[in-house]
């Protein structure tokens, strides 16, 4: 059990606010994601969590024991920090049993416990190494060991995969997932990445300018989010947010696509309509447009495409366009069905089409 | 392999003879160690000739050498013990804690050591022997500790801004005492800071003389101060004395350099190029 509480807590850096009232829960024995752009506040508040700064305000609870005032080493809370932060002068090895050594444990248990999570995350033939021996993969898998090593229920990873290459990260990815099933423990992850906030997330908590927008199930933050800018943070590619006009009929105008909403609202005014690029289909019988940028991944092409002005994205199958080139014609249509409607100007969800 | 061009022929000749000609005072110096009076004086100088000891015999069995040796090098030794393990805890400060007017602090630091030692020695002689501190051991070390401090607090700040915060957090966070993590986790790492900072350090305190010979004494007196005492003899310049007692000085300087000269270049960069040591 390790269930996180944070209680209108914010953190000023000379009158600068890093974090502004924040109020969330981390459910117990779930991955939780935090995500966010840079700035954010991510590694601020995982920095309050660890107990490396004291919030200007607000409680912080775990289980219910307030442990604001509680010094990190006190808290049982295994750390992942960004930078690998590994000993350039012991073996890795070493590194990893640190969390052990200073809980005074015995050198037969420290050795069974590092060849535990060394086996797990690979890395056993390189424990008697320098860290300045390992590649950058490597010595990310030795900081995450030295993390989870700790008698902990509850551990932060502050973006432990950055800088990696896509191949590194993925596998890390199911390393991590797979570690925390069978610690059965919480984590928390903190990431800026989209992408890999999605892949990894049970939980996504999404932070912005140091306010928490959103959190809820992944499934939930990316199909029906609440907050425009949950739309927009989460999802690759991003989602296109189109100016429109709700009328009190329920008829959203765009420009590029009117469609009715789902369900009445008694909003009437200028909304924010957010179309997933799953939503955009390429078809020859659509409205013009023309091809500004294709970004090749292999089955799948993400167009950036311009209409009406404005600079569309969407992703569609290669083959289907493989033909195009830039400044070609991109015919599109919008389906009306799911499209989300915001508030423009508080960015509260309004209805969906 | 590429086969070495003229130009580098050149340029390796050339690195030769400058280096040679900054080594030939201390060949002559050496050399001279082992001639006596007239050799030394002779010209031209003889280059083959009968060595003897028995300038470094007369040397060692005088009353005083010996003993002004042993004050050199426990002097040296113990005011660099002191400067170091200070100047690190104080650079550890400066560099972690960033108390306010750190910078100008640093550069009050810098400034004293920009002092020539002339403008402070009346002030000094005067605290100690009001204090009763004169030609002691404790008050002569302290003077040098105290003197060296600033310099090394330069380099071992640059060394130690050089360490990464998240060390020491990866310690808070799991339980270490800030002692265990300034011995056990920034020391090692900041090693070839400390070993440039003793080195200079005691450079300076071996070599030093006004101040030995102003606060200093007959109990605490250094080599620098034997050779300036022990100058003339028989209304000339003991030449034998000079040479015997120069070799012998010049021993422990040449031997730190030869064997740490690779600290000294990261020495010199505060630490901002770190090269392979």
Excluded at chain 1, 282 to 309: I, S, W
Excluded at chain 2, 245 to 272: A, D, E, K
């Amino acid at each position: 059990m390790s269930r996180v509480r944070l209680q209108g807590v914010s953190q000023s850096y000379r009158g600068v606010k890093a974090l502004d009232d924040v109020t969330v829960e981390v459910a117990s024995q779930r991955l939780t994601v935090l995500c966010g752009p840079p700035a954010a506040g991510k590694s601020v508040l995982l920095r309050l969590l660890v107990g490396l700064e004291q919030p200007s305000e607000g409680r912080i609870l775990i289980d219910d024991r307030d442990i604001t005032d509680v010094p990190a080493a006190q808290r049982r809370i295994g750390y992942v920090p960004q930078s690998f932060a590994l000993f350039p002068h012991v073996s890795v090895f070493d590194n990893i049993a640190y969390p052990l050594a200073l809980q005074h444990v015995s050198r037969a248990e420290i050795a069974l416990r590092v060849g535990q999570v060394a086996e797990i995350l690979g890395i056993n033939p390189l424990l008697s190494k320098r860290p300045s021996q390992l590649s950058g993969g490597e010595k990310q898998r030795a900081a995450i060991a030295r993390g989870m090593l700790k008698n902990a229920d509850l551990f932060l990873l502050d973006d432990p995969l950055v800088g990696l290459d896509f191949k590194l990260r993925e596998s890390l990815m199911e390393d991590l997932k797979d570690m925390r099933a069978e610690l059965g423990a919480t984590f928390l992850y903190v990431t800026s990445d989209s992408l890999e906030a999605l892949t990894m997330a049970e939980d996504l908590i999404v932070l912005d300018a140091g306010h928490v927008v959103e959190a809820n199930p992944v499934a939930e933050v990316y199909h029906s989010p609440r907050h425009l800018r949950a739309a927009e943070l989460v999802g690759f590619p991003r989602c296109n947010v189109l100016a429109g006009v709700l009328d009190a009929g329920g008829l959203c105008r765009t420009g590029i696509v009117d469609f009715p909403l789902s369900a009445p609202t008694n909003f009437v005014g200028e909304v924010a309509v957010v179309a997933r690029p799953e939503q955009i289909a390429y078809r020859a019988d659509g409205a013009p447009a023309t091809v500004r940028l294709m970004e090749n991944l292999g089955a799948e092409c993400v167009v950036y495409f311009e209409a009406g002005g404005q600079t569309l994205v969407t992703s569609v199958p290669s083959p289907s366009v493989a033909h195009l080139d830039i400044d070609s014609p991109f015919p599109f249509v919008v389906r009306g069905e799911g499209l989300l409607v915001f508030d423009r100007a508080s960015g509260a969800l309004v209805g969906r089409g | 392999m590429r086969p070495t061009s003229w130009r580098e022929h050149a340029y390796h000749a050339l690195l030769w003879l400058v280096a040679l000609i900054f080594f030939a005072p201390i060949f002559w110096i050496v050399l001279s160690s082992f001639k006596t009076a007239d050799q030394i004086l002779a010209v031209p100088p003889k280059l083959i000739f009968t060595p003897t000891i028995a300038n470094y015999t007369k040397l060692f069995s005088s009353a005083s050498f010996p003993h002004q040796l042993f004050n050199s090098v426990v002097l040296s030794v113990a005011a660099v013990l002191i400067a170091v393990a200070v100047s690190f805890l104080a650079a550890f400060s400066f560099s972690r804690f960033k108390p306010p007017g750190t910078n100008f602090l640093m550069f009050l630091l810098l400034s004293i050591r920009m002092l020539p030692g002339s403008a402070a020695i009346l002030p000094v002689y005067l605290m100690y022997v009001g204090f009763g501190w004169k030609d002691t051991y404790a008050g002569m070390i302290l003077f040098y500790a105290m003197f060296s401090i600033p310099f090394s607090v330069w380099i071992l700040k640059g060394f130690i801004d050089g360490v990464s915060p998240r060390f020491d957090e990866t310690g808070i966070v799991n339980g270490a005492s800030w002692l265990r993590i300034i011995t056990r986790t920034i020391l090692p790492q900041v090693m070839p800071g400390v070993i440039a900072a003793s080195i200079f350090n005691f450079i300076f305190v071996w070599n030093e003389f006004l101040f030995n010979y102003i606060i200093g004494g007959i109990s605490t007196s250094n080599i620098p101060v034997a050779l300036a005492s022990g100058l003339y003899s028989n209304g000339g310049v003991d030449w034998t004395f000079i040479s015997a007692l120069t070799s012998v000085y010049i021993v422990p300087p040449i031997l730190v350099v030869y064997f740490f000269q690779r600290y000294l270049l990261v020495g010199m960069t505060f630490g901002t190029v770190r090269g392979e040591v």
